[in-house]
Structures are given as structure tokens and as C-alpha cells.
């Protein structure tokens, strides 16, 4: 009984290891971990449409609902990303955060955090008014089943 403890005692350390944080069991080449993704996810296009004076519907049509409401600072909505890569991605782990003040009026009217609206370099296209010509539709070809459903009175047209 005592030769199968120390076994069993170094087979449940390493498994227990395995299942730890640590940087060294992290990169071994057997362990299989994916992409973390936690908060909301945020992208530059979206955070360029924030603009202060933006009501709190606006925001969250925006970019959804936040992830924090701190329940003593009802003014302030905080919107987190982050991004840990797997084993097999070659990409960069990252943090992102926009954090939003309200006035008292439920506006918008200060933004921080690590990505800020950037001002767009190029003029948006003004909405230009496209006329479409449609031709007229052809008869449709019908067959004699229809046209006699018709004929009783029972169709869109009747035919003589």
C-alpha cells in the first residue's frame, strides 16, 4: 500500500499543476488552451461614434451594456476587454477600456480609458439620392391547371 502512495501522490501534484497559472506549465507543448475573450468587445469604429452629450440609450445602443455599474457611482459606466491568446495564436494578449462620466442631466460628458474616440480624416459621403428605373414585368407564363382555377373564380385574374 505504501509503494502505490508515493506514486499516486506525484501523479495527483502534477495534475493538479497542470491546472495552475503558472507561466512554465502554460507554455508546455502537450497543453492545449484557447482564446480567452471576457468583457465587451470593443472596436474602434464604435468607440469613434461616442460623442459627449450622448444620452445613456445612445451609449448602449453603441456599444451595449457596460460591464461595471458601480452601484455608488451611478454616473460612471465602465467598458473592459480582454483578450488572452491560446497555444496556437500568434496573437498579443490586450486590455481594453473606455470609461464614461455622466452629467447630471444623464448625459455624456467626459470619456476615458485606453481607446478615445479619434476624429475621422476623411469627410463622410453625404447621402446621395439614387433613382432606380425598374422595367415593367413580363406576363408570366401560366399553365392550364392555373388558368382553369382561375376561370372557376378562385385566382387573382380571371382570363376570357
Known amino acids: 500500500m505504501r509503494k502505490l502512495l508515493i506514486p499516486v ?3 495527483a501534484s502534477f495534475l493538479l499543476t497542470a491546472c495552475s497559472s503558472d507561466p512554465i506549465v502554460n507554455r508546455l507543448p502537450f497543453v492545449y488552451r484557447i482564446d480567452i475573450q471576457q468583457g465587451n468587445v470593443l472596436s474602434q469604429e464604435a468607440v469613434n461614434q461616442l460623442r459627449t452629450g450622448m444620452n445613456k440609450r445612445q451609449v448602449q445602443f453603441v ?7 458601480d452601484p455608488f457611482h451611478a454616473n460612471r459606466w465602465d467598458y473592459v476587454y480582454l483578450f488572452e491568446p491560446g497555444s496556437d495564436s500568434d496573437k ?3 486590455r481594453q477600456r473606455v470609461t464614461l462620466f455622466f452629467d447630471d442631466e444623464q448625459r455624456v460628458s467626459r470619456i476615458t480609458g485606453t ?3 479619434q476624429p475621422s480624416t476623411e469627410a463622410k459621403p453625404r447621402n446621395k439620392q439614387v433613382t432606380v428605373e425598374v422595367p415593367p414585368q413580363e406576363p408570366e ?3 392550364i391547371l392555373t388558368r382553369f382555377w382561375r376561370w372557376l373564380g ?3 385574374h380571371h382570363e376570357q
Not at 456599444?63 to 455599474?69: E, R
Open 9 to 11: 501522490a506525484l501523479i
Open 63 to 69: 456599444l451595449g451594456s457596460p460591464l461595471l455599474i
Open 92 to 94: 498579443k494578449p490586450s
Open 115 to 117: 481607446m478615445l474616440p
Open 141 to 143: 407564363d401560366i399553365g
Open 154 to 156: 378562385f385566382g387573382e
